[in-house]
């Protein structure tokens, strides 16, 4: 069983008014290995996104809140604070543009602009494939080599227009 890793940018699947007897039997097991349901509740929202296709509507939180027995607010807020789960759908691909100061200087509105132009989408929005999503972000660590971004898991640093491209075009 894997829950590190959310499915992204399939389909939002509706109609779901819980978790699916699939989802409760790998939440139980999750269960089994944490002190107290709260402790548990990171994983759980992993399963809850998998299940929402990638993101987590607010039928999907209300159903983790339920079954973990917390109250939503807390749900919300652990949902609001990581950027590891979303509220709105993802690309498959998920890009985060670092435009703090360095990478600001260095050219990151250029790369956002390529970013907009080469998908055709806007800035928290889903190309139409569901390849790809791209967000500005904060500094990300690496502002000896801006401007930056992240797809997926991986920096890509010293960006340019052109190596944008390049980089969209190996995304499946
Ligand atoms: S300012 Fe861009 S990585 Fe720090």
Request: with cysteine; aromatic share 6%; glycine share 8%.
């Amino acid at each position: 069983m894997s829950v590190s890793e959310p499915a992204t940018g399939a389909a939002p699947v509706s109609g779901h008014a819980g978790l699916p007897p699939e989802a409760k039997a790998e939440l139980d097991e999750i269960r089994r290995r944490y002190p107290t349901n709260e402790a548990a509740l990171l994983p759980a929202l992993h399963i809850a996104q998998k299940v929402w296709g990638g993101w987590l509507p607010d039928e999907a939180i209300q159903a983790v809140a339920r079954e973990l027995d917390l109250a939503p607010a807390k749900v919300y807020g652990v949902v609001t604070f990581y950027d590891l789960y979303h509220q709105k759908p993802v690309g498959r691909h998920r890009i985060r543009v670092c435009t703090n100061l360095s990478c600001q200087l260095r050219g990151s509105e250029e790369i956002m602009e390529t970013l907009h132009q080469e998908l055709g989408v806007g800035e928290d929005e889903v190309t139409p494939d569901g390849r790809v999503s791209y967000v500005h972000f904060e500094c990300l660590g690496s502002c000896d080599t801006a401007p930056m971004m992240m797809v997926d898991e991986t920096y890509q640093e010293n960006l340019t227009p052109d190596r944008v491209r390049q980089i969209l075009k190996g995304l499946k």
